[in-house]
C-alpha cells in the first residue's frame, strides 16, 4: 500500500470515529447558542462580579491558600522521597525480581487518578488536608519513581565504575559516582510535578481534601459566586506565582 493511500485510510477511520462519539454522545451544541441559553449563562457569569474582597474573607483566603500550598509541598516532598527509594529497586540495582514488582508497584500508584486517591483517603483519613496530601503523594510517588528510575539508568556508568575500581565500596560508587549525575535532573523533575500537584490539590478540595478547594465547593454549593470568584483569583494567582519560582529554579539547576 502506497503511503498517500495508507494516511487517507487513517483520515478516514479517525473522521468516522469522530463523527460516531458525536452520535453516540448525543451532544445538543445547539442549545448552547439559543437565545435564554445565552441569557442565562451571561446572568450566571455576571453574578460572578465583583469578587468578595472583605477583609474577613481574604483572611480566609490566605488561611486556604497557605493549607492548598501545604498540601501540595508535603505531598511532592514525600513522593520524592519514597519515589528515590523506589527508583533503585525500579532501575535494577537490587536484582531483576525486586525491578519487576517496584515496577508494577508504581505503575499502579501512577495509574489511579489523584481525585480517586483523594476519594478513598477522605474515608480513610476523613476529611481535611491529610487525605489531600496522601493522595498527592501516592500517585506522585509512582511518576517520580519512575522518571527517577529512567534517569538512573541513563546515567553514565563510568564515574561509579572508575570508583568501585579504585577500591570503594557499592554504596560510596553510588553516593560519589552516580548520585551527583541524577540530582539535577530529580530535581527538575521535583519541581514541574510540585506545579502540577499546586492545580490538582486545589482540585482535590471538591472530594473534602481541604485548601481552596474546598473552600470553593461549598462556595458554589451555597450560591455564593462573588466568593467563588475570590477564590477562583487566589488559585490563579497562587499558580502563577509557583509557576514562576518553579521555572526559575529549574532554569538555575539546568
Known amino acids: 500500500m502506497r503511503p498517500g493511500v495508507g494516511a487517507a485510510c487513517w483520515l478516514v477511520a479517525i473522521t468516522a470515529a469522530v463523527v460516531a462519539s458525536f452520535a453516540y454522545l448525543q451532544l445538543d451544541f445547539g442549545s448552547l447558542i439559543r437565545a435564554d441559553s445565552r441569557a442565562q449563562m451571561l446572568d450566571y457569569a455576571g453574578s460572578f462580579f465583583p469578587p468578595n474582597t472583605s477583609p ?29 527509594a523506589l527508583s533503585l529497586l525500579a532501575a535494577g540495582r537490587l536484582g531483576g525480581m525486586a525491578k519487576s514488582a517496584c515496577r508494577l508497584l508504581l505503575n499502579a500508584l501512577r495509574s489511579v487518578p489523584e481525585l480517586v486517591w483523594a476519594a478513598l483517603m477522605v474515608l480513610a483519613a476523613g476529611l481535611g488536608p491529610f487525605a489531600g496530601t496522601l493522595a498527592i503523594a501516592l500517585h506522585t510517588t509512582g511518576v517520580l519513581g ?92 497562587m499558580v502563577l506565582l509557583v509557576d ?5 529554579l529549574r532554569a538555575r539547576l539546568g
Open 146 to 237: 519512575r522518571l527517577f528510575a529512567e534517569a538512573l539508568e541513563n546515567t553514565p556508568p563510568e564515574p561509579a565504575n572508575a570508583l568501585r575500581q579504585a577500591g570503594a565500596s557499592a554504596t560510596t560508587a553510588f553516593l560519589y559516582g552516580t548520585l551527583p549525575g541524577v540530582i539535577p535532573q530529580w530535581l527538575a523533575y521535583t519541581l514541574y510535578r510540585w506545579e502540577n500537584n499546586i492545580r490538582m490539590a486545589a482540585v482535590l478540595g471538591f472530594v473534602g481534601a481541604g485548601g481552596l478547594g474546598q473552600m470553593l465547593h461549598v462556595t458554589l454549593s451555597l450560591f455564593q459566586q462573588s466568593k467563588a470568584m475570590s477564590v477562583i483569583l487566589a488559585m490563579l494567582a
Open 56 to 84: 474577613a474573607w481574604l483572611a480566609k483566603l490566605w488561611q486556604g491558600a497557605l493549607e492548598t500550598l501545604a498540601i501540595s509541598a508535603i505531598g511532592t516532598l514525600l513522593a520524592a522521597l519514597f519515589g528515590a
Open 244 to 248: 514562576a519560582l518553579s521555572g526559575w
